[in-house]
Every structure is written in structure tokens, then in C-alpha cells.
């Protein structure tokens, strides 16, 4: 007779080794830059949530959008429910309720005002935003609440908080 097993050998204490593997296939990477969906539209990458990390998925974007009206598209596209392929392929959104709010005089050059502070958002939400919003060859995104007394924060859309949104931090804008 032959037998097999997983060779972990069965215990009667309490173990907590993580969550399952996930059978999902996030994809790695993300759009090109200069892919295009149609004329007048780019392919942007937004980062949803694909088992207990973040994956690019790409959505199509108007080319004259810039600035806050850019961020509330890219916003929008965040709290959009994936489509079938891609819930089929396990992904899924933690953004939801936010607005993009007008910037502040003296804000640094890019900040995206939510209409919550970011440093309350949970885990997923916030990095989804960041990696989302995060430009130029540092990954970096700038982040604020709506009000005077939240200052922006910088967040960086790393390796690591693409493996583990709860790593995403910020420090104090310049």
C-alpha cells in the first residue's frame, strides 16, 4: 500500500502559519506606458487587491485629464467593482467613500487631498491609493486629508508594500 502526506506531522497546539495560498493569478507588472485603449485614451494602472497583495490592473483614461480631475478619475476607477475576468482571477477593491478634494495653497506640487485624512485609512485602502497615485522613478505619492490641519504626506509604492499593504507608510512632506 502506499501512502503520502504533506510531511508536517500533526500537532495539538495552536499554529497560525498565514493565510492560504491563493490560487488567484495576479498578474505582474502593468499596462506600458504608451499602450492606448482608444483614440483620445491611455492605459493607466490601478492597483487592486489580489489575495493579501496588490496588483496592476489596467483602466482606460481620457489624455486631457490632469491634476485633481485625473486623480478623481483614477479615484473612481479604484472603488469600481472588477469586472468579471478579474474578479474570476481574484481581485478585488478596498476603496470606497473617498472624493478627491481641491488642493490647498502651499501644497507641494502633486498632492492628491482625499476627503479623509490618509493616515486613518486601513491597510489595503491606502496603499491601493498610493500605488495608484505614486509617479516618477521614486514611486512617490503625496496624500492629504481635506482640511488645513492634515498635512501631506509622502508615501512610496514599494516592492514591499505591494506584498504587504499594511507596510505602506508616510512621512511629512518637504
Same mark, same amino acid.
Given at each position: 500500500? +502506499? ?10 497546539? #495552536? $499554529?497560525?502559519?498565514?493565510? &492560504?495560498?491563493? !490560487?488567484?493569478?495576479?498578474? =505582474?507588472?502593468?499596462?506600458s506606458p504608451a499602450a492606448?485603449?482608444? /483614440?483620445?485614451? @491611455? $492605459?493607466?494602472?490601478?492597483?487592486? $487587491?489580489?489575495?493579501? *497583495? +496588490?496588483? =496592476?490592473?489596467?483602466?482606460?483614461? =481620457? /489624455?486631457?485629464?490632469?491634476? @485633481?480631475?485625473?486623480? &478623481? ?6 472603488? !469600481? ?6 474578479? *474570476? ?5 478596498a476603496v470606497s467613500g473617498? !472624493?478627491?478634494?481641491? %488642493? +490647498? ?8 487631498? +482625499? ?6 485609512? %486601513?491597510? #489595503?485602502?491606502?496603499? *491601493? ?19 488645513? %490641519?492634515? =498635512?501631506?504626506?509622502?508615501? !512610496?509604492?514599494? /516592492? ?5 499593504p499594511e507596510n505602506t507608510? %508616510?512621512?511629512?512632506?518637504?
Open positions: 500500500m +502506499l501512502a503520502t502526506g504533506c510531511g508536517i506531522r500533526p500537532t495539538s497546539v #495552536p $499554529v497560525d502559519a498565514g493565510s &492560504a495560498p491563493s !490560487r488567484a493569478e495576479c498578474a =505582474p507588472g502593468g499596462p492606448r485603449s482608444a /483614440d483620445g485614451e @491611455t $492605459v493607466r494602472a490601478v492597483y487592486l $487587491v489580489c489575495g493579501t *497583495q +496588490l496588483a =496592476p490592473v489596467p483602466r482606460s483614461v =481620457p /489624455d486631457d485629464l490632469a491634476g @485633481t480631475e485625473l486623480a &478623481a478619475r483614477m479615484l473612481a476607477e479604484l472603488e !469600481r467593482e472588477p469586472g468579471e475576468d478579474e474578479k *474570476q482571477a481574484g481581485y478585488s477593491t473617498l !472624493r478627491v478634494a481641491d %488642493g +490647498l495653497s502651499g501644497d507641494p506640487a502633486g498632492t492628491v487631498r +482625499l476627503s479623509r485624512d490618509p493616515q486613518g485609512l %486601513g491597510s #489595503p485602502m491606502l496603499a *491601493q491609493l498610493v500605488c495608484t497615485y505614486a509617479a516618477g522613478e521614486e514611486r512617490t505619492a503625496v496624500l492629504a486629508g481635506p482640511e488645513a %490641519g492634515d =498635512p501631506p504626506y509622502t508615501y !512610496r509604492c514599494t /516592492d514591499d508594500a505591494l506584498r504587504a507608510v %508616510g512621512e511629512p512632506a518637504a
